[in-house]
C-alpha cells in the first residue's frame, strides 16, 4: 500500500516548502523506503516554460523535457530521482485535461464541475504517479500558502484523499512562518495558528506542524504550536536557519521527524543511514580554498533565477574542497559603461548563464571576450554558448557583426540561428528542443577528458543553434566543437584547447548535478579556477 504524504504552507509563500518536502523524502530514503515527489502549481499556466524567471525563479528542465517548477530541482537534487513532467501538476494541465474529456463526451448529460470532476482529475493524476513509480512514499507539496483562491480545488482533493485512502496512510504536513519580532525578540506564532485555522475551515487538520523560524523554537512557542495546532508537542518541529541547506534533512531530524512520520504511517521501524549526504555536507561546510566566481546574466536580481547553476557550482566545489563565492553582475552594467569589463580581473572564473532576448547580450559577448583575452576560466551554458560562438567569429574570425537571429535578426553573419524545425512554429508553450538527447563527444579533447565518455545525454531547452554552415570556418580559426549531436549537425559543445579553460555547452549540465556527484563541466570549471588560483599552469583533470 502506497503512503502519501501532504505539504502545505501557510503565512507567506517561499516559506521553504520545497526544502522541507525534499528533506522528508531524503529522510525516508535515509531509512531505504523509495519514494517520488509531487509538486502542484495552482497557477494557471499548463506549465512554467512561458514564465519570466525573474518573477518565478528559474524553470526546470527534466530528463523528458519537462518544463517545470524549481522545486523540482529540490526533490531531484536531495533525492537524487529522475522526475518526469507528470511530477508537476498545474492548475492549466487539469483544467485542459478535464475540458476536453467535456468536449469528447466523456461527461454527457451532466454538469461538469469543481467537486468532482476537478478534484477526480487532481486525485488521478497523484495516483497515477504513484502507480507509475512503484515507491514506498509519494510525496506532494501543494504550491502557494494555504487560503490561496487557485489552491483549494487541491486542498480539497487531497483531504478527499484521507478518506479514500485511510487514515494510516496519509499524512498532513504544514510548513508555517514563526517570525522573531526585531524590538523584543518574541517568537510569534499567531500568524501560524491563523494559517491552521484556514486549513481546518477547509477540511485538513495537520499530522504535523514544522515552523519555519530564524531559530530553534522555544519551549513556549512550540506549547503554544502544539496547543492551538491541537496535535502533540512531538509533532511539532523546527525548521532553523542553518548555513546550508543540505542540513535541512539533518537538524528535522535529529528532533525526531523522520521516525515520527514512519511512526505515524505504519513503516517498518528502521535507522537511518546520512553517511554519504553527510560527507557532502561536510565537504560543503569546511572549504579549504575559495573561488571567487563572476556570473555575468540578467536575471542577476532574484537568486531564485539561477538556482541550479548555483546549486551545480556549490556541488563542484564541495568535491574540490573550495567554498564558491558566485557574484552576480547585470550584464548591462558592461553596455553602458564598457571599461567596467576590466572589473572581471578580480575573479577566478567568469560564467555566462542561460538567457533570452537581446537585453544584456552585448554585455555578456563582452565579459566573454575578457575571459578568452585574459586566459580566465570561462563557462558558458546555453546563451552562453551562443554568445561565446559569437564572440569567436566577430573577434577571431573577423565576422564582423556576426550575431545569433535573435538578438539582431539582420545580421550578415547569423552564426546562431534558428533549428531548422523551429521555423514556423508559433505557439510558444512547450515547442523549445527539450530535455534530454544524445551526444558524441571528440576524443582527445576536454570534454572527452571531463566526462571521460564518448556518448553522452544532456538536458536541453533552446531554439536556436550554431549555424552549420558557419562551423569549418570557426574551427579553422581554432575553435573546437567537441560536443555533437550523432548525425554531426548540431553542434554541443565548444572549447579553445590553447587557453587555460574556455567551454561551453548548448545544453544545460546544472539539471544533472547532484550533491557528491557533481556534474562534469562544472567540476571542470571550479577545478579550473582554483588551480588557476593556485597558479598551477595547466589544470588537472
Ligand atoms: N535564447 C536561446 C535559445 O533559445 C538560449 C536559450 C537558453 O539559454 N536556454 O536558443
Avoid at 503565512?11 to 523509495?34: C, D, E, H, N, Y
Avoid at 485555522?197 to 519555519?212: C, F, K
Avoid at 549555424?467 to 566543437?481: A, P, S, T
Wanted: net charge neutral; glycine share 8%.
Amino acid at each position: 500500500m502506497v503512503k502519501y504524504v501532504f505539504v502545505t504552507g501557510g503565512v507567506l509563500s517561499s516559506v521553504g516548502k520545497g526544502i522541507v518536502t525534499s528533506s522528508i523524502g531524503k529522510m525516508l530514503q535515509a531509512r531505504g523506503f523509495k519514494v517520488t515527489a509531487i509538486k502542484i502549481d495552482p497557477y494557471v499556466n499548463v506549465d512554467a516554460g512561458t514564465m519570466n524567471p525573474y518573477m518565478h525563479g528559474e524553470v526546470y528542465v527534466t530528463e523528458d523535457g519537462g518544463e517545470t517548477d524549481l522545486d523540482l530541482g529540490w526533490y531531484e537534487r536531495f533525492l537524487d530521482l529522475n522526475l518526469k513532467k507528470e511530477n508537476n501538476i498545474t492548475t492549466g494541465q487539469v483544467y485542459r485535461a478535464v475540458i476536453e474529456k467535456e468536449r469528447r463526451g466523456d461527461f454527457l448529460g451532466r454538469c461538469v464541475q469543481i467537486v468532482p470532476h476537478i478534484t477526480n482529475e487532481i486525485k488521478s493524476r497523484i495516483r497515477s504517479v504513484a502507480a507509475d513509480s512503484k515507491v514506498d512514499v509519494v510525496l506532494t507539496e501543494v504550491g502557494g500558502t494555504v487560503g490561496d483562491i487557485e489552491g483549494l480545488p487541491f486542498l480539497e482533493a487531497i483531504r478527499q484523499m484521507r478518506l479514500e485512502e485511510g487514515y494510516e496512510n496519509t499524512l498532513y504536513v504544514h510548513v508555517a512562518l514563526v517570525p522573531i519580532l526585531d524590538v523584543t525578540k518574541e517568537m510569534k506564532t499567531k500568524p501560524l495558528q491563523h494559517s491552521v485555522n484556514e486549513l481546518r475551515r477547509i477540511g485538513i487538520q495537520p499530522d504535523i506542524i514544522v515552523a519555519r523560524c530564524p531559530q530553534m523554537i522555544d519551549a513556549e512557542a512550540l506549547r503554544k504550536i502544539a496547543l492551538f495546532g491541537t496535535i502533540p508537542e512531538n509533532a511539532v518541529f523546527c525548521s532553523y536557519n542553518v548555513e546550508s541547506i543540505y542540513q535541512v534533512p539533518l537538524i528535522l531530524d535529529e528532533q525526531g521527524m523522520g521516525d515520527f512520520i514512519c511512526k505515524r504511517l505504519g513503516l517498518p521501524e528502521r535507522k537511518s543511514n546520512y553517511d554519504e549526504w553527510k560527507r557532502f555536507v561536510e565537504a560543503l561546510l569546511n572549504p579549504e580554498h575559495e573561488v571567487r566566481i563572476a556570473l555575468v546574466g540578467k536575471y542577476a536580481g532574484l537568486v531564485d533565477s539561477y538556482v541550479s547553476m548555483n546549486e551545480a557550482l556549490r556541488h563542484a566545489g564541495a568535491a574540490c574542497k573550495t567554498k564558491v563565492r558566485i557574484h552576480h553582475i547585470e550584464a548591462e552594467t558592461f553596455e553602458k559603461s564598457p571599461s567596467k569589463v576590466e572589473m572581471l580581473k578580480e575573479f577566478d572564473g567568469i560564467f555566462v548563464p542561460y538567457g533570452f532576448g537581446p537585453r544584456g547580450a552585448e554585455g555578456k559577448i563582452a565579459a566573454i571576450k575578457f575571459a578568452r583575452e585574459n586566459n580566465i576560466p570561462f563557462l558558458g551554458i546555453c546563451f552562453g554558448f551562443q554568445l561565446a560562438t559569437v564572440e569567436f567569429a566577430r573577434n577571431v574570425c573577423g565576422l564582423k557583426d556576426a550575431n545569433s537571429t535573435e538578438i539582431d535578426p539582420n545580421s550578415p553573419h547569423p552564426v546562431i540561428d534558428l533549428m531548422p524545425e523551429q521555423r514556423g512554429i508559433e505557439l510558444k508553450g512547450a515547442t523549445m528542443r527539450l530535455g534530454a538527447h544524445k551526444i558524441i563527444i571528440k576524443p582527445n579533447t576536454l570534454a572527452h577528458k571531463l566526462y571521460q565518455s564518448e556518448e553522452i545525454f544532456e538536458r536541453h531547452r533552446h531554439r536556436f543553434e550554431v549555424n552549420i554552415d558557419y562551423v569549418e570556418k570557426l574551427e579553422k580559426e581554432g575553435l573546437v566543437f567537441s560536443g555533437r549531436s550523432p548525425d554531426g549537425r548540431r553542434m554541443e559543445i565548444l572549447e579553445l584547447p590553447n587557453h587555460y579553460f574556455f567551454f561551453a555547452s548548448q545544453f544545460h549540465g546544472e539539471f544533472k548535478s547532484r550533491p557528491g556527484k557533481p556534474d562534469p563541466e562544472y567540476h571542470g570549471f571550479v577545478k579550473a579556477c582554483l588551480d588557476r588560483k593556485l597558479r598551477k599552469a595547466k589544470p588537472e583533470f
